[in-house]
């Protein structure tokens, strides 16, 4: 079975330097699991690695797809899984939740969630209704949602529509079993030491001119409606650009966003997946984790 090391964990908790540490360390490839990662142009807002951070390795799925452009989790599912086959060692760095889900478990998706439009019928309505309307036919789908986060909504009734299943039921039927051999080594900390990180990591990204680069795909023609710019660090700027908040009110919905992000992440990896946790800033955990890799890799290859 293939080995695959996935490296997870919160927003700003030091995934993509471990990662790369690894990948040095092991002679392994490194494949993005970042879903706003995937379009050119969202370097500073998405943390994408630079390529002095990437010392070389080889990285995968970044600068894909340009931010007009939809890609779905059925997509990098079959891109992420492809990849997988032909790096002698894959590592997946960071993710978001439903895409290492899919890349690493028997995750099939119904044709709705490759990519087919929405129900236009379903079009006309509002978010606050879309939501009310998966909230009443599918809750535990629902309450997997933001009540802002459009995509998802149509996409989860189109398929309740289309095949007259709940997107919940649909996935429940699955066995959820692992098809390779996979080790997660998370990367987690104090709590108050994270939200510092994250805090400085969005002031950091503000001095490396993340208000030139929103402003830049506004120039190029891109809007705030096209998948790219719907993550966190760029749909923010929203407000701001049609002069409804000041530049300091959108860095600290950017923090406050990020901050509440890293909750649901470590809440979905808890449940959802069997993380190895150890803190990347202790220097004595980092290499425990990495010798435990190195076992790892060393027993399932022999």
């Known amino acids: 079975m293939k080995q695959v090391l996935v490296i997870a964990g919160p927003t700003a908790s030091g995934k993509s330097a471990f990662a790369v540490q690894c990948a040095r360390r092991f002679g392994g490839e490194i494949i993005s699991g970042d879903s706003i990662q995937v379009y050119r142009g969202l370097n500073i807002g998405s943390g994408k690695v630079t390529a002095e951070e990437m010392q070389g390795i080889p990285h995968h799925l970044l600068d ?14 079959q891109d992420g899984r492809s990849l997988i086959e032909q790096i002698a060692f894959p590592i997946v760095a960071g993710g978001t939740g439903l895409y290492l889900k899919a890349l690493l478990y028997d995750y099939s998706f119904s044709a709705e969630a490759q990519g087919e439009p929405a129900d236009p019928e379903l079009e006309r309505y509002g ?13 535990v789908q629902a309450g997997k949602i933001h009540p802002n986060n459009r995509r998802r909504l149509l996409r989860s009734l189109t398929i309740l529509k289309r095949t007259g299943k709940p997107q919940s039921e649909l996935e429940q039927e699955q066995s959820h079993t692992m098809i390779y051999d996979v080790f997660i080594a ?6 108050s030491v994270l939200y510092q ?11 490396q001119g993340l208000e030139k680069e929103v402003r830049g795909l506004l120039e ?4 705030f409606q096209d998948p790219g710019l719907q993550g966190i660090g760029y749909k923010e700027w929203e407000g701001y650009f049609a002069g409804a908040i000041s530049r300091t009110e959108c860095r600290t919905l950017i923090q406050q966003h990020s901050r509440q992000y890293a909750r649901r992440q470590y809440t979905w990896l808890n449940h959802q997946m069997p993380v190895h946790w150890f803190n990347p800033l202790q220097d004595e955990e980092r290499e425990e984790m990495l010798r435990e890799i190195e076992t790892w890799h060393r027993n399932s290859n022999g």
């Open 64 to 77: 894909i797809r340009d931010p007009d452009e939809p890609y779905s989790v059925a997509q990098f599912q």
């Open 220 to 223: 190029q023609g891109y809007t």
């Open 197 to 207: 990180r994250i805090s400085r990591r969005v002031e950091q990204m503000f001095a």
């Open 127 to 139: 978010n606050a209704e879309l939501y009310e309307m998966l909230r009443e036919k599918d809750p």
């Open 186 to 191: 998370g990367c987690t900390m104090e709590r």
